[in-house]
């Protein structure tokens, strides 16, 4: 293995068309320029993806990647990234994941493994130590994750193990099926899922026992320790409520997605929210590798449903799309719901959101029982929405429609359901309201991903919180505005915010531990410079998530799309007709005049990067190497 | 006073027409936006000055600026700058001076002075710890530097005051007249000194007694200590023989000025170089404020000149614009020409290049002997060199014409001698062969002030020699590239590289000492941090110098320069005749090609800042607030 100027890595290719793994190792110039993560993502889609590839063919390849600090023991260095043209968006695709596996990954020698070809019969991949093969797993297709989990530790021998899996919905191309690992964690989004059932990939297991290494272990120390020290207390809501905290914060300004968008708030929200779980269900708190803050949860619930412990418990997004965006408060059946998709392994952001598209629909006689198979797809009808989970995660009856997502589901069931198909470019919109937090807005119509919250700015709700004042101000680009504003000055800041994100998705680093829990723009370039030796500086580090972010856009040029598909639903365009955001649209010319703000601090001028940011980015081989 | 957040400072706004002197309170905030030096000028000159003024009228405004850095104890923290519309160019004017006025200004509790209006009669400008008053000057006018400088100190009683001031040359509005300082430094370039001149302000005499507040005491000193211990150390060539030591270096690989710009050597260039002036007619190393390094040298000649040691000695740019790029390489008449020029107060670059000019002029029969008024004007009569710095500082004959620069002097004579006008924007290129540092070729292209060696890179040549290396290393970008080289990954640095030199500008700093003595990027940071208390970053001092660099294009844009205005004289698009230049020019459609790759990114398409730039660096104010 080769020495990386202060850790090890390598790349594992892994055809599954002919069976042959290989390992490849990249000089330290690639790492620092690619960084790992959605770098590596983005470069390997670029290089190795034909134009116009089917997301579910052979020519698509699929991208595990940890980053330069995954794998040490510093809290919010746990997880890993997978990519792959998305058969969602049928653009860029990726998402990350928490949990122990991409830093299980690191400790076997790898940075990450490229999975190229199609199996005929379905297999896993068994990596230790730097060896790796194919193994059948003809007898696990069609297991649940925790089945799934348990067969191979114990086929493997070796309950340590860790494994990255598909569950029923990734065998059965549900077009948002995720790729899970550890039970609770997830690259949710984009349908890779999808990508690795397509491949008969059913999943990846790996064991590792080599320590990732620390250039400047003592340095290394310091900044670890401040970490372990102060984020617990930093975010110690977090810590003690979980994500779900945000729903009786966000129902009450509302900003908390209800009856598919309609509305941003509902009642009985506080029935859903943090502080019941803790107060009902909660067993236990989890994390990920080395957090200190632990904001995952364990939940029990024995009766009217029987929920697993293991499954972990509902984070935010699944009590909104699955709870109040369907016009649901019964916790209980919220946490079924979150097994479900936990065990099923779907996005419950994308589930939640194609069912209350359904029920929208249905509401509004676009569709009727006929369609739905007999099923009263009513807002708040708790046992019809755990129906549809486990419909879509098998493609039965109309779970077959709503397995594609709303955009395709819309276009089957007839242009009068368009305005119900809250997505941007094919990916639904996750449970944090763009005419609340109007930057985020822009975030979801820029997004190489689609709407997505994880490449960008949350918005001065958190601003005002101070999550993220630090970091503006090191660059002195803080300005508290409202949540409305889309100047200049704010996009600015998305922007900004939304580089360091991407870098984020690089290095795979936590958002919260990163950013909310102040550990920032200048600790975590510190903490890249104690473990790789890299002299590197804040400015680096923004360039590597500007780099990324515009490798995701390159992307998506050349599969065709335009500034055109950087828009919202028309829904978010209207104010809504009650609650604290009556008659509080997103302005429609603001916003178009907001993303081209964008672009031109992207140096993307018509939505396409210039000649001469390809250059200053590195990317220059893009327009020779692309169909760009 | 206001405490800065870590500092003291004010802004003295002086009204030469009315004699009204007030003192200005900035807050906190922007002062971190616009800092100091060229964000200073660039913010005033925008605001302040109409489109379309007169650059020798009472409309103009001349502004003395310091930085948050200016003064403190720290090595390469003792310059200030000075701007104003420039008289030579039509444009944005500002240069910088080292010495020890800027200093002292801090010291007296004021950040800048802005000077505005005119006065009928001469007057100077006497600060004495935060007071200020007006003074007759009517018996200092015609004085040359150091008479000046000692009637001063003498008439304020006070031999450690500090005087900026012109000189005959800016009294009789030679267009590029400097502004000079402790008789060897000099705000040199785009004629600072005839805007003075034009309001008869001879000059601002400064002595303050305060200390420059740092915010945390302990962490400056470390970083003190760091210069003070390494800087004489890592650049001991400049230590030992100054800038001077250039020539030599230069001389070889064919980059040293000659002819006028005509050859890139000359023939016995060793004789002018920094070891003949050690060994032969050097005194002592001189310095600024607070610096190790002492690169500037005191020269004592007695025959056949006799030049004064107090006027310092020459340095590189004198000894090429006055020496080989006027085809002469006699030391001792070089320390003279240098001597005159600190005396008379005018940019030895422009002066000598004016020279050079008329010389190609002169044997090419494009003048004669009519127009010089009898004056020999060969390449290489040192007489004639030194006879016509006199008659340019004083406007006799056809020094009057030559006062004007090359770009109206070459209007004047005629057509024909448009070719031998070596300037961009009307500035004279200094002693930097763009054929030969292609890089800093499109720096003077695209540079606010015309062609100017103080705002961008000076190319790969001393990247090779390691000088910032460490720097662009912390940025990712840096990669070993040919000089010639004009390639988007070239121009990336180049663009890197000058914000950076705008922050120097702003900062007000050396270039000498934070760049080429690799204090560099983060431990630049880490001084203004500790100087200031301010939470910034690397990411942020370059934003600094993008902002400083855009407003003085915006500047430029307002007063008619276009996109078209950035380029080079012809002579450079093709290779010399000898040399090792021979046969190599700068390729003229990579060169229009690597100035949009500038644009590209910077933001600015087709030269013009786009609005989401302009919203991103806080300056969205300039479109409604000017006629851009």
Same mark, same amino acid.
């Given at each position: 293995? !080769?020495?990386?100027?202060?850790?090890?890595?390598?790349?594992?290719?892994?055809?599954?068309?002919?069976?042959?793994?290989?390992?490849?190792? #990249?000089?330290?110039?690639?790492?620092?320029?690619?960084?790992?993560?959605?770098?590596?993502?983005? #470069?390997?889609?670029?290089?190795?993806?034909?134009?116009?590839?089917?997301?579910?063919?052979?020519?698509?390849?699929?991208?595990?990647?940890?980053?330069?600090?995954?794998?040490?023991?510093?809290?919010?260095?746990?997880?890993?990234?997978?990519?792959?043209?998305?058969?969602?968006? !049928?653009?860029?695709?990726?998402?990350?994941? !928490?949990?122990?596996? !991409?830093?299980?990954?690191?400790?076997?020698?790898?940075?990450?493994?490229?999975?190229?070809?199609? %199996?005929?019969?379905?297999?896993?991949?068994? *990596?230790?130590?730097?060896?790796?093969?194919?193994?059948?797993?003809?007898?696990?297709?069609?297991?649940?994750?925790?089945?799934?989990?348990?067969?191979?530790?114990?086929?493997?021998?070796?309950?340590?193990?860790?494994?990255?899996?598909?569950?029923?919905?990734?065998?059965?191309?549900?077009?948002?099926?995720?790729?899970?690992?550890?039970?609770?964690?997830?690259?949710?989004?984009?349908?890779?899922?999808?990508?690795?059932?397509?491949?008969?990939?059913?999943?990846?297991?790996?064991?590792?026992?080599?320590?990732?290494?620390?250039?400047?272990?003592?340095?290394?120390?310091?900044?670890?320790?401040?970490?372990?020290?102060?984020?617990?207390?930093?975010?110690?809501?977090?810590?003690?409520?979980?994500?779900?905290?945000?729903?009786?914060?966000?129902?009450?300004?509302?900003?908390?997605?209800?009856?598919?968008?309609?509305?941003?708030?509902?009642?009985?929200?506080?029935?859903?929210?943090?502080?019941?779980?803790?107060?009902?269900?909660?067993?236990?708190?989890?994390?990920?590798?080395?957090?200190?803050?632990?904001?995952?949860?364990?939940?029990?619930?024995?009766?009217?449903?029987?929920?697993?412990?293991?499954?972990?418990?509902?984070?935010?997004?699944?009590?909104?799309?699955?709870?109040?965006?369907?016009?649901?408060?019964?916790?209980?059946?919220?946490?079924?719901?979150?097994?479900?998709?936990?065990? #099923?392994? @779907?996005? %419950?952001?994308?589930?939640?959101?194609?069912?209350?598209?359904?029920?929208?629909?249905?509401?509004?006689?676009?569709?009727?029982?006929?369609?739905?198979?007999?099923?009263?797809?009513?807002?708040?009808?708790?046992?019809?929405?755990?129906?549809? *989970?486990?419909?879509?995660?098998?493609?039965?009856?109309?779970?077959?429609?709503?397995?594609?997502?709303?955009?395709?589901?819309?276009?089957?069931?007839?242009?009068?359901?368009?305005?119900?198909?809250?997505?941007?470019?094919?990916?639904?919109?996750?449970?944090?309201?763009?005419?609340?937090?109007?930057?985020?807005?822009?975030?979801?119509?820029?997004?190489?991903?689609?709407?997505?919250?994880?490449?960008?700015?949350?918005?001065?709700?958190?601003?005002?919180?101070?999550?993220?004042?630090?970091? @503006?101000?090191?660059?002195?680009?803080?300005?508290?505005?409202?949540?409305?504003? @889309?100047?200049?000055?704010?996009?600015?800041?998305?922007?900004?915010?939304?580089?360091?994100?991407?870098?984020?998705?690089?290095?795979?680093?936590?958002?919260?531990?990163?950013?909310?829990?102040?550990?920032?723009?200048?600790?975590?370039?510190?903490?890249?410079?104690?473990?790789?030796?890299?002299?590197?500086?804040?400015?680096?580090?923004?360039?590597?998530?500007?780099?990324?972010?515009?490798?995701?856009?390159?992307?998506?040029?050349?599969?065709?799309?335009?500034?055109?598909?950087?828009?919202?639903?028309?829904?978010?365009?209207?104010?809504?007709?009650?609650?604290? @955001?009556?008659?509080?649209?997103?302005?429609?010319?603001?916003?178009?005049?907001?993303?081209?703000? #964008?672009?031109?601090?992207?140096?993307?001028?018509?939505?396409?990067?210039?000649?001469?940011?390809?250059?200053?980015?590195?990317?220059?081989?893009?327009?020779?190497?692309?169909?760009?």
């Amino acid at each position: 293995m !080769g020495a990386l100027n202060g850790y090890i890595g390598k790349v594992l290719r892994v055809d599954l068309s002919s069976k042959i793994i290989k390992v490849e190792e #990249y000089p330290d110039s690639f790492y620092r320029q690619y960084y790992g993560g959605e770098g590596f993502v983005g #470069y390997f889609l670029l290089k190795e993806v034909p134009q116009g590839a089917d997301p579910l063919g052979a020519e698509n390849k699929l991208i595990f990647a940890a980053g330069p600090l995954t794998g040490v023991p510093a809290g919010g260095c746990g997880r890993h990234c997978v990519g792959a043209k998305s058969p969602l968006t !049928g653009g860029y695709g990726e998402a990350e994941s !928490g949990g122990y596996w !991409g830093a299980e990954l690191k400790m076997a020698g790898l940075d990450a493994i490229i999975i190229e070809g199609m %199996s005929h019969k379905p297999v896993y991949l068994s *990596i230790k130590d730097g060896t790796a093969e194919l193994k059948d797993a003809s007898h696990l297709w069609g297991m649940k994750a925790l089945e799934l989990q348990t067969a191979i530790r114990e086929e493997l021998g070796d309950a340590r193990t860790k494994v990255a899996y598909i569950g029923p919905a990734g065998e059965n191309l549900v077009l948002y099926a995720s790729i899970a690992n550890d039970l609770d964690a997830f690259a949710g989004r984009t349908g890779m899922g999808a990508v690795m059932g397509s491949k008969k990939l059913k999943a990846i297991a790996v064991r590792g026992h080599n320590r990732v290494q620390i250039a400047d272990s003592e340095a290394f120390k310091q900044v670890v320790f401040w970490i372990r020290d102060n984020t617990p207390t930093i975010s110690r809501g977090l810590r003690d409520l979980g994500t779900a905290r945000l729903v009786k914060i966000l129902d009450t300004i509302g900003g908390l997605p209800s009856y598919n968008f309609k509305f941003g708030s509902i009642k009985e929200a506080d029935t859903i929210d943090g502080e019941v779980i803790r107060d009902t269900i909660f067993v236990k708190r989890r994390g990920c590798y080395a957090c200190p803050v632990q904001c995952k949860r364990e939940v029990k619930v024995d009766s009217p449903y029987n929920v697993d412990p293991r499954y972990g418990g509902p984070e935010y997004e699944t009590l909104g799309s699955f709870g109040s965006n369907c016009g649901i408060t019964n916790l209980k059946a919220l946490a079924k719901a979150n097994e479900m998709a936990n065990a #099923y392994v @779907l996005d %419950s952001i994308s589930c939640g959101v194609s069912i209350s598209f359904a029920m929208e629909c249905y509401e509004n006689s676009l569709i009727t029982k006929k369609d739905t198979g007999g099923i009263d797809l009513r807002f708040g009808n708790t046992d019809a929405m755990l129906k549809m *989970i486990e419909l879509i995660a098998l493609r039965k009856g109309f779970g077959d429609v709503l397995a594609e997502g709303v955009a395709r589901a819309s276009k089957k069931l007839g242009k009068a359901t368009d305005q119900y198909a809250i997505h941007v470019k094919g990916l639904e919109v996750p449970m944090h309201e763009p005419r609340l937090k109007q930057g985020l807005g822009i975030g979801y119509a820029i997004s190489p991903t689609g709407a997505d919250h994880c490449h960008n700015i949350h918005d001065t709700l958190y601003i005002t919180q101070n999550n993220y004042l630090a970091e @503006l101000q090191s660059l002195n680009t803080f300005t508290p505005l409202p949540l409305t504003d @889309l100047s200049a000055k704010k996009v600015s800041m998305l922007t900004y915010y939304s580089n360091w994100m991407h870098f984020l998705n690089c290095a795979v680093c936590c958002y919260f531990i990163m950013s909310s829990s102040l550990v920032g723009f200048e600790r975590t370039s510190e903490l890249v410079r104690t473990v790789t030796g890299w002299n590197t500086s804040v400015a680096e580090i923004l360039r590597v998530g500007e780099r990324a972010a515009t490798m995701g856009r390159l992307f998506n040029l050349r599969e065709g799309f335009t500034a055109k598909d950087d828009t919202l639903p028309e829904r978010f365009f209207d104010g809504m007709t009650e609650g604290p @955001l009556k008659d509080v649209p997103v302005d429609k010319a603001a916003f178009n005049k907001a993303v081209i703000y #964008y672009f031109d601090i992207m140096g993307w001028p018509d939505g396409v990067p210039s000649e001469g940011k390809l250059g200053e980015l590195g990317l220059d081989w893009v327009v020779s190497d692309t169909h760009c």
